[in-house]
C-alpha cells in the first residue's frame, strides 16, 4: 500500500500516541502540540509521526507543508444540511422582534421548510445538499451528522434519509444519519398529538429500520414541541430497532430533554441553553456527551449555554454547528470555535478539543476520527502558517483552512 510523508509541519495539533475517547473538565484546557513535525500517512490511515530529522521514515511520496500547521479534520455532530431553499425572510422577521416560537407558531420555521421538501424532489434535495457538503468539505470538515426532520410525513423523512445515504455513497467525508421525525408537530396533527407520536412510532420507525437508514433517533425535546413523556414513547421504540438516541434538548426552556436524554444512554445532548445543578449533576454520571451550538444561539440570539459552567464541573464539551436554513445557516466549524471563545469563554484548546475528540465521540467515532493518532483516519486539515493556535478563533473573518485531506487523500 502506498505511503505518504507529510514533512516541515509547522505545529501539528492534537497529536496524541494513543486517544482518550473524550475530554473532560480541566484537561479540555490541554492540547498537545508537537512543533517541527512530520506524519506518516498509509492508505487511508495514519501510521507514525515525530520530530523532523528524528526518526523520519521513507516513503513512496512526501509532501512539504512549508511550515503550515496541522491539525483534525473538524468532526461535525449536528447539522440539518438536506433541506430544500432558504429561510431569509425569517432573518427578517427576527430583526423586527419575532421570536423563534411566534414564527414557528404562524406556519414558519420547521414547518416552513417542511412544506419546501415535500415540494421538491430526491434528486433535487440530493443536488442542493451536495452543494453544502462540498462548502463544508472545503472548510475542514472531515464527519458530519445530517438529521432528517423537515419531513414530517413517512414518505418525506424517508426521502430526506435516502438522501442522506446517497450523500454517503458520494462524498469522501464520514457521515452519520439521524432520523428526526420528532422535529416538530405538523399542523395536521395539531389537535391529535397522540396520533402523530403513533405515526412515527408505528409508521415511521419501521420504514426507517427496514431501509436501515438511519445510525440515530433525535426527539426535539423542549417547550412548544415535545414532550419528556413524548420523547420517552418515541426513544423507546427507537431503541427497539437498535438506533441509540441523540436529543435536542433544553434550547428553549428547562425543558427536561438533558434528563429524558440520559435516562435512555443518549450519545449526545444537544443546545442546552438551559442548563442548571440538577442537569450538570446528572450529566457527570453518564456517558452522554453535552453538545453545544454556539452558532444558533448567536442567531437566534438565544440565552448562551453555560460552558464554562458544565466544564468547571468536570463535564466533557462538544461542539457543533447546527447547519441548518432557519437558525443557522452556516457550516464554518472555524467560525463555531470563534463564538465558542467569545460567547461562551472557552479557551481556545478548549474549543479544539470540543471540536474534535469530544465532538467524534459525539458520532460515534471515537475509534477513527478527532485526534492525530496511530491507527485513526487520516483526515487532517493544513491551515495557513498560525503565529499561536489562539489565532484560528481569533481570525473568525478569514478563511484559515488551507487544504484538506480526507481518507488520506487531499480533496482540495
Not at 205 to 229: I, M
Request: some cysteine.
Amino acid at each position: 500500500m502506498d505511503t505518504l510523508l507529510l514533512t516541515n509541519i509547522g505545529v501539528m495539533y492534537q497529536a496524541r500516541r494513543k486517544a482518550p475517547h473524550w475530554i473532560a473538565g480541566n484537561e479540555m484546557a490541554i492540547l498537545p502540540e508537537l512543533r517541527n513535525a512530520w506524519l506518516l500517512i498509509e492508505g487511508d490511515c495514519i501510521i507514525d509521526f515525530g520530530e523532523m530529522q528524528q526518526n523520519m521514515p521513507q516513503a513512496h511520496s512526501t509532501y512539504d507543508c512549508g511550515g503550515a500547521s496541522l491539525f483534525p479534520a473538524w468532526c461535525d455532530s449536528h447539522t440539518h444540511i438536506v433541506y430544500a431553499g432558504s429561510r431569509e425572510l425569517e432573518f427578517v422577521d427576527k430583526i423586527k422582534g419575532l421570536s423563534y416560537e411566534e414564527i414557528a407558531q404562524k406556519g414558519g420555521g420547521i414547518l416552513n421548510s417542511a412544506a419546501k421538501l415535500a415540494q421538491t424532489s430526491e434528486d433535487e434535495l440530493f443536488q442542493q445538499a451536495m452543494l453544502r457538503v462540498e462548502e463544508i468539505k472545503n472548510y475542514g470538515t472531515g464527519a458530519v451528522e445530517i438529521k432528517s426532520g423537515y419531513g414530517l410525513d413517512t414518505e418525506n423523512e424517508l426521502k430526506m434519509l435516502r438522501v442522506i445515504r446517497r450523500i454517503k455513497q458520494n462524498t469522501e467525508l464520514t457521515v452519520k444519519a439521524t432520523f428526526l421525525g420528532a422535529h416538530a408537530l405538523p399542523a395536521r396533527y395539531r389537535e391529535n398529538r397522540a396520533a402523530y407520536i403513533h405515526e412515527i412510532v408505528n409508521e415511521m420507525l419501521p420504514a426507517v429500520a427496514r431501509e436501515n437508514l438511519a445510525d440515530f433517533a433525535d426527539v426535539f425535546c423542549d417547550k412548544g414541541f415535545f414532550t419528556p413523556d413524548e420523547t420517552a414513547n418515541i426513544l423507546d421504540a427507537a431503541r427497539k430497532y437498535g438506533l441509540r438516541a441523540k436529543i435536542h434538548a433544553n434550547e428553549l426552556d428547562y425543558s427536561g430533554g438533558i434528563l429524558t436524554g440520559v435516562k435512555f444512554d443518549a450519545l449526545s445532548v444537544d443546545h442546552l441553553e438551559y442548563t442548571g445543578d440538577d442537569e450538570i449533576s446528572v450529566l457527570l454520571e453518564s456517558g452522554t456527551m453535552p453538545t453545544l451550538l454556539p452558532s444558533t444561539a448567536f442567531f437566534l440570539r438565544l440565552k448562551q449555554p453555560p460552558a464554562r459552567q458544565m466544564i468547571d464541573a468536570g463535564l466533557p464539551v462538544a461542539l457543533a454547528s447546527d447547519y441548518n436554513p432557519g437558525s443557522s445557516p452556516s457550516g464554518k466549524m472555524q467560525f463555531v470555535l470563534s463564538l465558542a471563545c467569545i460567547n461562551l469563554r472557552m479557551l481556545p484548546e478548549e474549543a479544539l478539543n470540543a471540536a474534535t475528540i469530544n465532538s467524534a465521540f459525539a458520532m460515534g467515532l471515537s475509534n477513527e476520527l478527532g485526534s492525530i493518532t496511530p491507527g485513526k483516519k487520516a483526515n487532517l486539515f493544513l491551515s495557513k502558517a498560525l503565529p499561536s493556535l489562539a489565532f484560528l478563533p481569533y481570525a473568525f473573518g478569514s478563511q484559515q483552512v488551507d487544504k484538506v485531506m480526507l481518507n488520506g487523500k487531499w480533496v482540495n
